[in-house]
Every structure is written in structure tokens, then in C-alpha cells.
């Protein structure tokens, strides 16, 4: 289903989208600000620095759910055609997990008409995120394994969260299946090849540390700090203006967006192929029983 057509059913009778705020509200913040809330995903938008936090707030661990990509979607599609706004943070709402990555409830025990139209509002959300001609930055204030990962990688830089329980990698391997060559390009982008094949193999979560060494992020800063330091870089790389960053941006990243449009068809096929495999889940069962066991 196209994102309009998802948008339309999260809004049929009984949604828990219907009625909520994705509009502006004017109220509280500093002067000027104002604030918008989907269900799952709040915007803090303060129009004279011309920047929206974008909050993720899809209890328990901010998953990339269906419903959690297309209101994302949608709310980043509402900020590119706000002309107020030139650049989005992104960062969880509640410190400690800034994304667990896609809901792997999403990939298990569902037929493939499901495995396609959730791989599509995931490379649609990439390709929004990757091809923004907005300024990004991501506020990284909790752990950050696997597609919370990829959400970091499409910014143009990341702050993260000095704390060794916030670990940041494309862990897939670790879960038996694997980071499609999308996840790969677009880490190979930040941290070069031979340090993205080591990675992706051995499916690493990095400490804040080995981030940093790494290059995966650009700056590790006290907890209480990655909110403010994002909205502090992101005010020097507003201080470009606005069409050159742009098509430098475009320039840099056109061969990697151009690669999943030519095969984004067959990328789906390849997804709903590979997770529909009986072996696969139940190497996926595995996993989230084992999460699940943790907490009974
Ligand atoms: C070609 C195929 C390509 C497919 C690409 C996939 C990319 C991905 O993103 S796969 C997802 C990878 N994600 C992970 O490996 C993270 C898994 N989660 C965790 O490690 C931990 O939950 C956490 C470190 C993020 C948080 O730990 P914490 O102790 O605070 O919470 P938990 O008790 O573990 O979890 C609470 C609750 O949430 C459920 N859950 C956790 N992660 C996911 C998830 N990714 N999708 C769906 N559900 C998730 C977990 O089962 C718990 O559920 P219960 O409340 O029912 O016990």
C-alpha cells in the first residue's frame, strides 16, 4: 500500500491516529515554538531557528512498526513543505532506547502481501530521510541497534549519548538474517568500506567509545548534552546556505539513492523471499522469544 493509501487506514474509525494533532498546535516551548503530535512520533518546531526536534515515542522501544514509518513519513513530509523549517533533529522522546529498529513482530508469522508493504514504507521512510534536502542531525540518547541505526546514518551527523549502555551498530548478522546492500551503502558512506564489512559480518554494536573511533558518530557528549549540542551543530550547517548544502548533499548521495530506485522492486521480492523462509522464522521466533522471556 502507498503511504497516501496507509494514511488513509490509519484514519478509518477506530485508529488511533484518527484525531490526533498531526497539524501544529501553537503553545508552549520557547517564543514562537510550537509543538505537533502524531501518536508516536511528537515535533517541536522552532520556526526562528528555522529547526523541528522530531521526537520518536512508540512505547515500549520506539520499533519501527508500520504504523510507526508511516506517521514518521508523514510528519517529515508536513516539515519539508513547511517553509519555516530548514533543518530536523531527530532523538527518541525518553532517553534510553532511541530505536530498537524495524519491529521484528512486523517479519514474523505474517504472509508476504505484509512482508512487501512493510519493506516498501521502510525504503520509502530511507529514501525520504536519505534524499532530504533539509539539514539532519540525529540527538542519539539511547541504544541504537539495527534500523534505529540506518534512521542515524541518513542524517547528516550524530550526537551521541556518552553512556556504555548505548551501543549503535547494524547488528542483523547477530540475528541471523543481514543488512540489505541499502543498510550497507549507506554505512559504508560514514565509515568506508573495510570498516563496514567488518562491522555488518560480525553484526558489532559499538560502544560510544568505538563510535566515535570508528566515525559512526561524530561527537559522544553527557547525556543531559545531545539534545543541545544537535541543535548547536545544526545551527553551523544552517549557516551554509541553504541550495549549496543541498546540492552538495544530492551530489554525494545520488549514486547510493540511485542503486535502490533502479532495484527497489526487486529489493521487496528479495526481502519477502528471504524472511519468508521457514528457517528464518524461526531463527526470528527465537529471537523475540527470547526477548520476551527476559520480562516474565
Ligand atoms: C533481509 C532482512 C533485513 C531485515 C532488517 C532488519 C533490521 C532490523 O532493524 S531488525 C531489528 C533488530 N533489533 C534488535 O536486535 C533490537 C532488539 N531489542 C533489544 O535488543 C532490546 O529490546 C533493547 C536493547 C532495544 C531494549 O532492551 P530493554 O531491556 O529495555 O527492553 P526489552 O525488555 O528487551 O523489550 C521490551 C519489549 O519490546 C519488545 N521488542 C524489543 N525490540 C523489539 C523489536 N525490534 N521489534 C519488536 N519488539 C521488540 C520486546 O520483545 C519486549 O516485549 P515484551 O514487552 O512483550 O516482553
Not at 540489505?180 to 560510544?208: C, S, Y
Amino acid at each position: 500500500m502507498a503511504l497516501v493509501a496507509r494514511v488513509r487506514a490509519l484514519l478509518l474509525p477506530g485508529s488511533r491516529l484518527r484525531g490526533a494533532t498531526l497539524g501544529r498546535a501553537a503553545n508552549g516551548g520557547g517564543a514562537g515554538a510550537r509543538r505537533a503530535l502524531s501518536h508516536r512520533v511528537l515535533v517541536e518546531a522552532d520556526p526562528a531557528a528555522g529547526v523541528a526536534v522530531v521526537k520518536f515515542r512508540n512505547p515500549p522501544v520506539n520499533s519501527l512498526s508500520l504504523e510507526m514509518l508511516t506517521e514518521l513519513g508523514i510528519c517529515l513530509e508536513k516539515l519539508e513543505n513547511d517553509k519555516t523549517v530548514r533543518g530536523i533533529v531527530l532523538t527518541a522522546d525518553r532517553p534510553g532506547i532511541f530505536s530498537a529498529g524495524l519491529d521484528l513482530t512486523e517479519m514474523c508469522g505474517r504472509n508476504p502481501a505484509h512482508y512487501a508493504e512493510f519493506w516498501k514504507a521502510v525504503q520509502e521512510l530511507w529514501l525520504r530521510l536519505y534524499q532530504s534536502n533539509m539539514a539532519l542531525g540525529a540527538a542519539i540518547n539511547g541504544t541504537c541497534p539495527a534500523g534505529g541505526c540506518l534512521l542515524s546514518l541518513t542524517c547528516d551527523y550524530r550526537i551521541l549519548a556518552d553512556n556504555p549502555k548505548y551501543t549503535i551498530g547494524l547488528n542483523e548478522t547477530q540475528l541471523g538474517i543481514f543488512a540489505p546492500f541499502w543498510f550497507k551503502d549507506t554505512m559504508v558512506n560514514t565509515i568506508g568500506h573495510r570498516a563496514t564489512e567488518r562491522a555488518l559480518q560480525l553484526g558489532l554494536l559499538f560502544t560510544p567509545a568505538e563510535a566515535l573511533q570508528v566515525g559512526l558518530v561524530d561527537q559522544v557528549v553527557p547525556e543531559d548534552q545531545v539534545q543541545s549540542t544537535a541543535l548547536s551543530v545544526m545551527s553551523q550547517w544552517l549557516a551554509i546556505p541553504d541550495h549549496a548544502r543541498q546540492l552538495t548533499k544530492t551530489m554525494m548521495r545520488k549514486a547510493t539513492v540511485d542503486q535502490l530506485l533502479k532495484h527497489r522492486e526487486a529489493d521487496i521480492q528479495n526481502f519477502v523471499s528471504f524472511i519468508s523462509r521457514d528457517s528464518i522464522q524461526k531463527v526470528l521466533q527465537v529471537y523475540l522469544q527470547k526477548l520476551r522471556k527476559k520480562n516474565h
